[in-house]
């Protein structure tokens, strides 16, 4: 279970298969995590800047807590669609970022992104 003060909200969205991408020092239980620091001892050690080391349609939820900001622009878009591929149909992405027009988006040097409620509908397939 994803744990914090958001987790009741996202209850309904996580599924049996679950992977945490940048699951960091914290990793939800119950999940495969992923993460490119091996301090952290993720289950798979993996860049996100590359393609993603799992089959087509294998997860229900995928779950991104504070990472996608640190994604560079231009890899941002490869990897929305790796973890499109990924999930199966009908899956979930719980993305959890910092809003762009908050001062914790920008202080950050080692963010890369910027998200707002629209920046979602650029990797939105019914649009």
Same mark, same amino acid.
């Given at each position: 279970? &994803?744990? $914090?003060?958001w987790s *009741?909200?996202? @209850?309904?969205?996580?599924?049996? #298969?679950?992977?945490?991408i940048g699951s960091?020092?914290? !990793? %939800?239980?119950?999940?495969?995590t992923?993460d490119?620091?091996p #301090?952290?001892n993720p289950d798979?050690?993996? =860049?996100?800047? @590359?393609?993603l080391?799992? =089959?087509?349609?294998?997860? =229900? +939820?995928v779950?991104? %807590?504070?990472v996608l900001?640190?994604?560079?622009q231009?890899?941002? !878009?490869?990897?929305?669609w790796?973890? *499109?591929?990924?999930?199966?149909?009908? $899956?979930y992405?719980i @993305? &959890?970022?910092?809003? $762009? %027009?908050?001062?914790? @988006?920008w202080?950050?040097?080692l963010h890369?992104?910027?998200? +707002?409620?629209? +920046?979602?509908?650029?990797f =939105?397939?019914?649009l």
């Open positions: 279970m &994803i744990e $914090g003060p *009741a909200r996202f @209850a309904r969205f996580i599924g049996k #298969d679950r992977l945490e960091g020092a914290h !990793p %939800s239980p119950g999940w495969v992923l490119m620091n #301090d952290f798979v050690l993996h =860049d996100l800047h @590359a393609p080391p799992f =089959d087509d349609e294998c997860f =229900d +939820t779950l991104a %807590s504070h900001e640190h994604i560079e231009v890899s941002l !878009p490869q990897l929305m790796e973890i *499109a591929r990924v999930l199966r149909p009908g $899956g992405l @993305a &959890i970022v910092p809003h $762009g %027009s908050h001062s914790s @988006a202080e950050n040097p890369r992104q910027r998200f +707002t409620e629209r +920046t979602w509908m650029y =939105d397939r019914r």
